[in-house]
């Protein structure tokens, strides 16, 4: 199996919700952690990986210990979709490890991208709630989520845990922004 192999094979028993087999998955994290390096995962087999472990709660800090090597280490971060940086970061906040390097390159990637508004809501929802899981509190980052949640005509997008992470989000990184908290109490109000 190559690294493009692994990832979907374990994105698919994630996906399936076939988590029932731990010695697969702790086989396939060995197997990435033994390999040289993780340049020849694409972005989308990095973020696959990494959302599969956290899916599946298999716990292998080694294995996110290299995904974050690899991030860090990446000079075009900019290949990666607003997606892949979204699982990625919201993976390490479910599996409880928390990067601080990683997770500011990609902060400071999306921010230099000066495409946040053209993020999904619900990736805008679990890139703030992650960050605000792993404690690594980018106010700038914040700030930009909370000036495109701001321009958003309407929230009907956003699911109801996606407002409740976003404003749980704000809340536990200490950065308020009373027009983003006023459109989510107007986009709760206008449900009822």
Do not use: C
């Not at 990446?74 to 290949?79: E, K």
């Amino acid at each position: 199996f190559n690294q493009q192999d692994l990832s979907n094979t374990v994105w698919s028993f994630a996906k399936a919700e076939v988590v029932s087999q731990p010695t697969f998955f702790e086989s396939v994290a060995d197997a990435i952690i033994a390999s040289d390096n993780l340049d020849s995962f694409k972005p989308q087999g990095l973020s696959n990986t990494a959302w599969a472990f956290a899916k599946a709660e298999v716990s292998r800090p080694r294995l996110f210990e290299k995904i974050a090597d690899a991030i860090i280490a990446s000079d075009n971060l900019g290949r990666f979709k607003l997606q892949h940086l979204s699982n990625i970061v919201w993976a390490f906040a479910k599996a409880g490890v928390s990067d601080s390097r990683m997770f500011e390159k990609i902060a400071e990637t999306i921010i230099a991208s000066g495409n946040v508004d053209r993020f999904k809501t619900q990736e805008l929802s679990n890139i703030v709630w992650a960050f605000a899981k792993a404690e690594v509190f980018h106010v700038a980052l914040f700030e930009k989520v909370a000036a495109s949640v701001i321009a958003l005509d309407h929230l009907d997008s956003f699911t109801p845990q996606g407002l409740s992470n976003t404003v749980w989000a704000f809340t536990t990184a200490e950065v308020s922004d009373p027009r983003l908290y006023e459109k989510v109490a107007d986009a709760i109000v206008a449900r009822d």
